[in-house]
T-cell receptor, first 113, second 114 residues
Framework: KAGVTQTPRYLIKTRGQQVTLSCSPI?????VSWYQQTPGQGLQFLFE???????NKGNFPGRFSGRQFSNSRSEMNVSTLELGDSALYLC????????????FGPGTRLTVL | GNSVTQMEGPVTLSEEAFLTINCTYT??????LFWYVQYPGEGLQLLLK?????DKGSNKGFEATYRKETTSFHLEKGSVQVSDSAVYFC?????????????FGKGTLLTVNP
């Protein structure tokens, strides 16, 4: 069974631009979560989607948004990029019966110049 | 809310040495506990888990026991290899008012020298 895939793997943007990251969960997984990983803050929860509905959102500004499609694929968007948004963005999926056990993708490395 | 405190390291060991990475937690009830590993340039992989008190999770020679008396879930390995060099994260569900998430420790960088 294929794992969680994320595209693109690497991105370089400049301040003020916006970016969209994509995540395809493991087949059969309907919950998708997003995390931001930085050296200073570690792993921080962004948001979680289930059946196209956002169930939880972390403590991030409104510039960070996401959505989930009917096939469970998810996207996250960051508008008006800031230097501090440079990070590894990780997507994770889980089964509806065990949302606690999350399977992670390889991440998208975003660099904001 | 749920939280986890993890030994931050870094930890540097010689091959075949014994490894312990400490993790303690604060939680409501008895949630599942996890150890994840992140190899250089990769995402997180689930290393092992325990779903109830006194459970022992194990995988690839690593072990961790869910101790409710001490609210701990320390990671151990009897003989580390160079290939174990990675960052290790302790995690539990919930925290910050959200149920559908994992709360992670800060991570412990392990370097194993030949």
């Amino acid at each position: 069974k294929a794992g969680v895939t994320q595209t693109p793997r690497y991105l370089i943007k400049t301040r003020g631009q916006q970016v969209t990251l994509s995540c395809s969960p493991i087949s059969g997984h309907r919950s998708v979560s997003w995390y931001q990983q930085t050296p200073g803050q570690g792993l921080q929860f962004l948001f979680e989607y289930f059946s196209e509905t956002q169930r939880n959102k972390g403590n991030f500004p409104g510039r960070f948004s996401g959505r989930q499609f009917s096939n469970s694929r998810s996207e996250m968007n960051v508008s008006t990029l800031e230097l501090g948004d440079s990070a590894l963005y990780l997507c994770a999926s889980s089964l509806p019966t065990d949302y606690n056990e999350q399977f992670f993708g390889p991440g998208t490395r975003l660099t904001v110049l | 809310g749920n939280s986890v405190t993890q030994m931050e390291g870094p930890v540097t060991l010689s091959e075949e040495a014994f490894l312990t990475i400490n993790c303690t937690y604060t939680a409501t009830g008895y949630p599942s506990l996890f150890w994840y590993v992140q190899y250089p340039g990769e995402g997180l992989q689930l290393l092992l888990k325990a779903t109830k008190a006194d459970d022992k999770g194990s995988n690839k020679g690593f072990e961790a026991t869910y101790r409710k008396e001490t609210t701990s879930f320390h990671l151990e390995k009897g003989s580390v290899q160079v290939s174990d060099s990675a960052v290790y994260f302790c995690a539990l569900p919930g925290g910050g008012g959200s149920n559908y998430k994992l709360t992670f420790g800060k991570g412990t960088l392990l370097t194993v020298n030949p």
